[in-house]
């Protein structure tokens, strides 16, 4: 009987990461929820980002395929201009703040960065694009943390920033409690090849 030595996957998926100083300005905005719902699953202020494309666990050798075509686009884009704002819930348990600013900009770099990913030959599901910035995660037993933080955050916007890089995100999902912790197999400046300064 011949066994199957399991392929090695990554969780993998594709985004924009806001600016620090815009990170830290939510973050204020989010002290009254952190002490009022501590147990709450909160992602760490560094692995804040703007999924564009969540491909899911894929083989480690895929990897390789889509550094150059996103190399590629993201040399010939351009930095989307953005502002963290309000905030929302998915079902009872996920918090999430909102993204606005260029929008249209936002949807069709996030087009262009699905279009590579098909042409690589890498299945995922291409769910609709929902911008937003996930937060946290109540736990199960938890039915209002989430609605309650994300009534808080009603009325904050932050200030515009602009989204430089396009970064490829690779995820340690653990298999424990913890927060899922996020690395950059790479990032790419945006508008490097059209007079950017790298």
């Not at 075509?69 to 348990?93: C, K, M, N, Y």
């Not at 996930?134 to 989204?163: H, M």
Request: proline share 8%.
């Amino acid at each position: 009987m011949n066994e199957q030595i399991p392929t090695a996957t990554v969780r993998v998926f594709i985004a924009l990461a806001p600016p620090d100083d815009a990170k830290e300005e939510l973050a204020a905005a989010l002290r009254p929820a952190y002490a009022a719902y501590p147990l709450m699953r909160w992602n760490r202020i560094e692995d804040w980002h703007v999924t564009l494309a969540f491909l899911g666990e894929v083989p480690v050798a895929t990897v390789p395929l889509l550094r150059p075509p996103l190399a590629a686009l993201a040399a010939s884009g351009r930095p989307v201009r953005l502002d963290l704002r309000g905030g929302g819930h998915f079902g009872e348990r996920v918090l999430w703040s909102g993204i606005g600013g260029d929008l249209e900009g936002l949807h069709l770099l996030a087009s262009e960065v699905r279009a590579v990913v098909k042409e690589c030959g890498i299945p995922f599901e291409d769910r609709p694009l929902r911008p937003h910035l996930t937060l946290a995660r109540a736990r199960r037993n938890d039915a209002a943390s989430a609605v309650d933080a994300a009534a808080g955050l009603a009325g904050f916007t932050g200030r515009r920033w602009s989204a430089e890089r396009l970064h490829l995100v690779g995820s340690n999902i653990g298999r424990g409690p913890g927060p899922i912790h996020y690395r950059d197999i790479q990032a790419w400046p945006l508008g490097a090849g059209s007079g950017g300064d790298g």
